[in-house]
């Protein structure tokens, strides 16, 4: 059964060529197919639109402005099928991604170079953000994906590990000392520490684990940026502590060196969050799967 966008696009085909055979031809249609659809048509309009002449098919005046009509519709169609396989091919849309300052600097720059050079038509809007204020941006629809330090428990977040990363205490030079064995908890806490400042989910998780075994944080420095608290730490002003992976530049070059501890801080994770029931975008979706890839 014809429908009626489909009775459009036979009368501006017959419309274009001036021809019933034609516009058949143009469509993949009989002739016949075609002059019954315009009869359907004119029908429901309750209008003739075409004189049938020896020549072919002429518009009528009420037909031409039809023709008008639906041939801008029918552009307008066009174009939007046309921006529909782009964002189908990632050719145009747009990506929000919720990410902390230390995570987009040390894990996601990489990928974003990679997610850019091969969709450079998307769109990235990058917020950076503490882990919960990251959660509340997915949750209340204004990023698609967030970059966190895990754990992270939200029963409407679907979390996917994607890179394990060791909590550990740094220092500079003139703490050298400290490192030529491991020390005990006790002597950690009677150190100069310092620490992210409270709200940092690294901050959370290591705090914790010294409260479970009965020791209050109580660090001499509180910082809001990751690389302050390393830069403190090499120029003597504390102990610190840092996530291994983010501090390999220092530690590769001697700037800072691990405080090894008696017991071992667990590993954890960073991880991808997104809302469990709510279809990711194309975009989001490949670029979910371009972290996960490696």
Known sequence: MIGKLDLYRIFSAVSRNKSFSKAAEELYMTQSAVSQAISKLEKELDIQLFNRTSRGAELTAEGNLLHEYVKSALGIIQVAEGRLSEFKMLKNGKL???????????FLLPYLEQFHDEYPGINLNIMNRTTSEIIDLIKSGKADVGICNLPVQDD?????PCKEIQDTFVCGEKYKKITEKPISLDHLMKL???FLERKSNSRMFVENFLK???YQVSPVFEL????LVLEFTKINLGISCVIKEFAKDYLDRGDLYEVQLDEKIPKRSIGICYL???PLSRAASKFVESINAV
């Open 96 to 106: 929000r991604i919720g990410v902390g300052d230390t995570i987009s600097r040390y």
């Open 156 to 160: 409407q977040l679907e979390v996917i």
């Open 192 to 194: 100069r520490l310092i």
């Open 212 to 214: 479970e075994r009965g």
């Open 224 to 227: 809001g940026s990751y690389d």
């Open 276 to 278: 469990k029931n709510v």
